[in-house]
């Protein structure tokens, strides 16, 4: 009984954890994040990730991970994490001047 | 200056360069609680539309209407499954958005609080009810709540078959025995002035339409969804060959639309107020079904964490 106690508290929030589920949609595609849902565990949200997520041939196959083991950039840092790629344009091709009737390149 | 305004100048600059916003981006606090308001009440409209049509599955005429109106339902609780994750964004529980709408405190679309009291209800549903949720919804998937948007896209993506699959049935009775076709014309007379209601009080009584247009929220007010859903769904009765129940309906050739009869807006806000024919029975089937269900939901918690434990136990061992 003692143990049963102990494990209601554990429960004590009785939402089920977040799921992110990630779709494939068809094979030689990336899996591609579609949405999120709650579920008891892995194999729950995997389950519900199929009737929610592919009811109409949507996927071939499903990735599910817990929301909470995602680790995200904050917007807030989106300057400092970004802004450094906008001047340099010398990564792109055509910042390189070729004559025109040179082909193939 | 102080920083706060700063920051709403940036955040409305970026709404009308038509950015989108994302859930951890900085946003006014009326934005936030706007979104989940709408959100959740959106939400909330699809998970209890369920009932009204869920009435009909065990009584469907045929199979092939039964497994339509059965994929149609189950789109319908993926719908509100899309909107919960989506306010769920915006950093309120799952399980404070379910007791906002088992206490009342939150709102689902009056439409529901009807009764279908005949299979041609299920059409009528289907046709105008479907139908003009799909205007507001082609709206909204260019709102600027990105999560919100994103959502849109994937119901609309599903409705069109709720709309034509409701069309058919209409259709089917219209062309069927005299009686057949009564009963679509009773379920339209019925379900005529609700579905206008659906898009809510007129412009000049909806205080929040400017907000909520500034901020890219809505893009069209009540009044301009309501006349694209009337213009579209006219001639599509008088296809069916069943009378609007409104003798002030008219093509006004100037104006380039229909004109239409006052909407009893009384009956309207009783409605939005609890006095409607089913309101107390929703919400009573909602907090049933919850409470009813809480067992398994606890058993599948537990079951859970058991096989967590076992998988632990494995890798130690
Ligand atoms: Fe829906
Ligand atoms: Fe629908």
């Known amino acids: ?105 | 200056m102080s920083p706060e305004i700063k920051l709403e100048d940036a955040f409305q600059a970026r709404i009308d360069d038509e950015q989108k916003i994302e859930p951890k981006d900085w946003m006014p606090e009326k934005y936030r609680k706007t979104h989940i308001r709408q959100i959740s009440q959106h939400a909330h409209s699809e998970i209890v539309g369920m009932l009204p049509e869920g009435n009909w599955i065990t009584r469907a005429p045929s199979l092939r209407r039964k497994v339509g109106l059965l994929a149609k339902v189950q789109d319908e609780a993926g719908h509100g499954l899309y909107l919960y994750s989506a306010a769920e964004t915006l950093g309120i529980s799952r399980d404070e958005l379910f007791d906002q709408l088992h206490t009342g405190k939150a709102k689902y679309s009056s439409i529901f609080n009807y009764p279908t009291l005949s299979w041609a209800d299920i059409g009528a549903i289907g046709w105008l009810v479907d139908g003009a949720a799909i205007i507001n919804q082609v709206m909204l998937t260019r709102t600027s709540y990105g999560p919100y948007a994103r959502a849109m896209v994937r119901i609309c993506k599903e409705e069109s078959f709720h709309q034509r699959q409701g069309y058919e049935i209409m259709l089917t009775l219209c062309q069927g025995t005299p009686e057949q076709k009564a009963m679509a014309q009773d379920a339209l007379n019925r379900f005529w002035w609700p579905s206008l209601m659906m898009f809510g009080p007129r412009d000049a009584e909806s205080p929040n339409t400017e907000q909520s247009v500034k901020w890219k929220i809505k893009r069209k007010t009540n009044d301009e969804l309501r006349q694209q859903f009337i213009d579209i769904t006219a001639p599509q009765a008088e296809y069916l060959g069943i009378t609007i129940p409104d003798p002030d309906l008219k093509w006004n050739e100037e104006r380039g639309h229909y004109d239409f009869g006052e909407i009893n807006w009384d009956e309207f806000w009783q409605v939005v107020k609890g006095n409607g024919p089913c309101n107390k029975e929703r919400l009573q089937a909602r907090v049933d079904a919850w409470e009813n269900g809480a067992w398994v939901r606890e058993a599948a918690v537990a079951y859970g964490n058991k096989k967590e434990k076992e998988s632990i136990k494995v890798k130690t061992a």
């Open chain 1, 1 to 105: 009984m003692s143990e049963s106690k102990n494990e209601t508290s554990t429960q004590e929030n009785s939402q089920w954890p977040l799921y992110e589920v990630f779709i494939r949609s068809k094979n030689g595609l990336e899996h591609r994040h579609v949405g999120s849902l709650h579920a008891s565990d892995a194999e729950m949200a995997l389950e519900n990730a199929r009737d929610v997520y592919t009811r109409r041939q949507e996927g071939v196959s499903i990735w599910v991970v817990e929301s909470k083991n995602i680790t995200a950039s904050n917007p807030e840092n989106s300057g400092e994490l970004f802004e450094p790629a906008k001047d340099k344009i010398y990564r792109h091709p055509t910042f390189y001047e070729l004559p025109i009737e040179l082909k193939h390149i």
